[in-house]
């Protein structure tokens, strides 16, 4: 389900009354297969263990670098991100940052940390700014998704929910398969929600490429209440990511349902980022 922010954003205290999303229910431990359950399994502390992965690659440009983080850092101290909070039965959540490129190149930004009010949103929007902007060379969506599934084992809170929250401006050019690492992912009871960045146009130095929110739909995102949020304009980005995180954190999704990633065939081949450096570089 494509999210435009173009058309408007969607505020915690309209979410809420409104008849265009629904909650989406936790999922429960006991049913994941082979799995011991621990203390940590059994009483969940948080209502939400949100992975944020956030593109670095040479097509995102130092302009958008710089507002992505501020839109990340504007969210989380925002009115409506801290009245999301309170929705849950824990009132607070368990967040971690990194940024990705190549399938080997992952830098965590923040550690999990807690976040139940001002405070400690605050200490998290300063940790995201004070880190000097990367670029790194490839996009690697699947090596994004291998980094984060880990990371829900180290995290010391367990939540109702576990999230990876992607944003990118390109297809998977670099590692295995996106389709393999999201599949893995979902086996985990892992929810993966997409932010596709299509802010320029397509080109050939950058290897964007058309209905890059057709290909996160059907090759990146999946999970119960799995949904995206697409940014088309540049002055809307830090609305996109705030709508996104208070739809997380609340525990929304759009109310219309959303096909099963196995019940349909993809609209774009989920292959077409390594075709297209295959064709361009030959390797």
């Given at each position: 389900m494509r999210w435009y922010v173009s058309i408007g954003v969607v505020f915690v205290a309209g979410v809420l009354a409104s008849g265009d999303v629904a909650?989406?229910?936790?999922?429960?431990?006991?049913?994941?297969?082979?799995?011991?359950?621990?203390?940590?399994?059994t009483n969940p502390s948080v209502d939400v263990e949100l992975?944020?992965?956030?593109?670095?690659?040479?097509?995102?440009?130092?302009?958008e670098l710089a507002i992505q983080r501020e839109g990340y850092a504007q969210a989380i101290v925002s009115k409506e991100f801290l009245q999301a909070l309170k929705t849950g039965p824990n009132g607070k959540i368990a967040v971690t940052y990194f940024e990705w490129a190549a399938s080997s190149d992952q830098k965590i930004i923040i550690p999990w940390r807690v976040i139940d009010g001002p405070e400690t949103a605050d200490a998290v929007a300063s940790e995201i700014m004070k880190?000097?902007?990367r670029r790194a060379s490839r996009t690697s969506i699947s090596g994004a998704i291998n980094f984060a599934m880990p990371l829900f084992d180290?995290?010391?809170?367990?939540?109702?929910?576990?999230?990876?929250?992607i944003s990118g401006d390109g297809p998977n050019n670099n590692g295995m398969?996106?389709?393999?690492?999201?599949?893995?992912a979902l086996e985990k009871g892992i929810i993966i929600n997409g932010l596709p960045i299509m802010v320029k146009e397509p080109s050939y130095s950058t290897m964007d490429i058309d209905n890059l929110d057709y290909?996160?739909?059907?090759?990146?995102?999946?999970?119960?209440?799995s949904f995206v949020v697409?940014?088309?304009?540049?002055?809307?980005?830090?609305?996109a990511i705030r709508t996104k995180l208070l739809l997380e954190v609340a525990g929304l999704r759009p109310a219309r349902p959303v096909v099963p990633v196995a019940e349909k065939e993809p609209r774009v081949s989920c292959?077409?980022?390594?075709?297209i450096w295959q064709d361009r570089w030959g390797r």
């Open positions: 909650g989406i229910a936790a999922p429960n431990p006991a049913s994941q297969p082979g799995q011991r359950l621990t203390e940590k399994e992975v944020i992965a956030v593109d670095v690659s040479y097509s995102m440009d130092m302009d880190t000097p902007i180290e995290n010391p809170h367990r939540g109702l929910r576990r999230v990876i929250d398969p996106v389709v393999t690492a999201r599949d893995a290909y996160y739909e059907d090759c990146v995102i999946g999970g119960p209440g697409t940014i088309k304009d540049r002055d809307k980005f830090k609305e292959l077409i980022g390594e075709k």
